[in-house]
């Protein structure tokens, strides 16, 4: 299985991961810290980047669904995780696996089990 090890570690170290398309202006290695992501302006549909620049509490990622009993089960959420990551970021960017401790929730997360990880960083690199 692909992620095996990832998920032995995870499950080991009790980290929470998510799948991350990136953008064009992000660029990773394995260990870096990742950059908090921007909330998604309703009004104007698009980020807030652009307008008030509200941050969304974490780095939005697709949830790897952390609940299983083994690590094979784990590394089959992962790859379901990056399957669903690939639709969002910039055609020809990577997918990054991010980790970390917890979690920012809030009532209007744009994305279909979409989750924020607090001081996230990259836990492996995707190459599809």
């Given amino acids: 299985m692909k992620y095996i090890e ?5 499950l080991e ?3 929470i991961l998510g799948a ?5 202006d992000e660029s990773y290695q394995v260990g870096d810290d990742v950059r908090p992501s921007y909330e998604w302006d309703l009004e104007h ?3 807030t980047y652009f307008t008030t620049g509200e941050l969304a ?3 939005c ?6 609940d299983v009993e083994t690590a094979e089960e ?7 995780a990056i399957k669903k990551a690939s639709k969002y970021g910039d055609v020809g960017r990577d997918t990054v696996i ?24 990259v836990e492996a690199i995707v190459n599809e």
Avoid: F
């Fill in 6 to 10: 990832l998920a032995k570690e995870a």
């Fill in 13 to 15: 170290e009790k980290y």
């Fill in 20 to 24: 991350r398309g990136l953008t064009k």
């Fill in 45 to 47: 549909d698009c980020s």
């Fill in 57 to 59: 509490g974490g780095t």
């Fill in 61 to 66: 990622c697709i949830e790897v669904k952390m």
């Fill in 74 to 80: 784990l590394a089959a959420n992962i790859e379901e």
């Fill in 98 to 121: 991010l980790a970390g401790r917890s979690t920012t929730r809030n009532d209007y997360q744009m994305d279909d089990d979409e989750i924020r990880i607090k001081n996230a960083w």
